[in-house]
């Protein structure tokens, strides 16, 4: 039996450490670390099972170097959230309801995530006294 994990893992090697991904992909994981934002939470962490290759789990947090797959139809805002940003922290996409983003950081890092360009600790943390002013006018 493991022991279960008391930090967040944020870097390949300590992935790896954790037996969440083999040692031969930790230069992959690492290369995917650079350009997105990486967090498993021990919580996430102690639903995997590493001795499942295919792990459900796992394939939603741990890093694919397929990530670094770019086409040209690509986008770095695929949802268009910039065309529904009128101020920082506001997307106002439908006439009922409004998505307010107070913070760029996530406790974990979901490999599917659509606002991958837009969150993890690059981004900031969290809107400044004024942009939650301005947000909330
Ligand atoms: S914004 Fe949502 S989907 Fe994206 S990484 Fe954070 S929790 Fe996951």
Redesign the pocket.
Known sequence: MTRPLRQTLRTADQIVDAKLAPADRAHDIARVADRY?VAISPAIAGLIDPADVNDPIARQFVPDIRELDHRPEDRADPIGDDAHSPVTGIVHRYPDRVLLKIASV?????R?????EM?GPTHGHALSDAEFDSALS
């Open positions: 934002a996530c406790p974990v890092y979901c599917f995530c659509f606002r991958r969150v």
